[in-house]
């Protein structure tokens, strides 16, 4: 069972437009969702992450908008740079010091 | 800070042979976690320590598979015996289990090959 569903798979954006990833999850109990960036041959790092009870966070260029009610929440990079070229992790995770769940990631790519 | 450290970063190494990689958290955290990651499953948990105690080894995929943290400092993970379908990169990652929000910070990882 997914617990969190991550899309899409890959996104071509140009220089300077907006790159907009999309996850969804199941267990409510979920009250901590980052969002992570991986560079070839890297490890994950984590970029930005949110709790339900805010709707928005904002970190410079990297957005992150929830919705509690559609269980839903999504980034947003705005002028988006050929530097954003990764892949992009959204995660959730219960209360406490617990474990991730991962969704499957998005492989971005941005052309000049 | 020198980050999460893993050894080695490459492994290759035939079928049957044990496997040994190896992670050092970020030094303070008490908190250590066992990723893998594969192209058909992605990031998935194999095990985390609190305070070098296992809580939870349920991702373990079967007895081949052992974990250890002797200290604060120090986490093993063991293949034995290794088979390919074990290729993939293990992540170990760590974090503060004292106050929120609790982020986790992954080292580099291991390339582990099995052929």
């Known amino acids: 069972q997914q617990q969190v569903k991550q899309s899409p798979q890959s996104l071509i954006v140009q220089k300077g437009g907006i790159s907009i990833i999309n996850c969804a999850y199941e267990?409510?109990?979920?009250?901590?969702f980052p969002w992570y960036q991986q560079f070839p041959g890297k490890g994950p790092a984590l970029l930005i992450a949110?709790?339900?009870?805010?709707s928005e966070k904002k970190e410079g260029r990297f957005t992150i908008s929830f919705n509690k009610s559609a269980k839903q929440f999504s980034l947003h990079i705005m002028d988006s740079q050929p530097g954003d070229s990764a892949t992009y992790f959204c995660?959730?995770?219960?209360?406490?010091?617990?474990?991730?769940?991962f969704g499957k990631g998005t492989r971005l790519s941005v052309i000049a | 800070d020198a980050g999460v450290i893993q050894s080695p970063r490459h492994e290759v190494t035939e079928m049957g042979q044990e496997v040994t990689l190896r992670c050092k958290p970020i030094?303070?955290?008490?908190?250590l976690f066992w990723y893998r990651q594969t192209m058909m499953r992605g990031l998935e948990l194999l095990i985390y320590?609190?305070?070098?105690?296992?809580?939870?080894d349920s991702g373990m995929p079967e007895d081949r598979f052992s974990a250890k943290m002797p200290n604060a400092s120090f986490s093993t993970l063991k293949i034995q015996p290794s088979e390919p379908r074990d290729s993939a990169v293990y992540f170990c990652?760590?974090?503060?289990?004292?106050?929120?929000?609790?982020?986790?910070?992954f080292g580099p990882g291991t390339r582990l090959t099995v052929t």
């Open positions: 995660a959730a995770r219960g209360s406490g010091n617990t474990p991730l769940v």
């Open positions: 949110i709790r339900p009870d805010v």
């Open positions: 320590f609190n305070n070098n105690v296992p809580i939870d």
């Open positions: 990652a760590s974090s503060l289990s004292q106050g929120a929000p609790h982020e986790q910070y």
């Open positions: 267990n409510t109990a979920f009250d901590y």
């Open positions: 030094s303070g955290h008490n908190s």
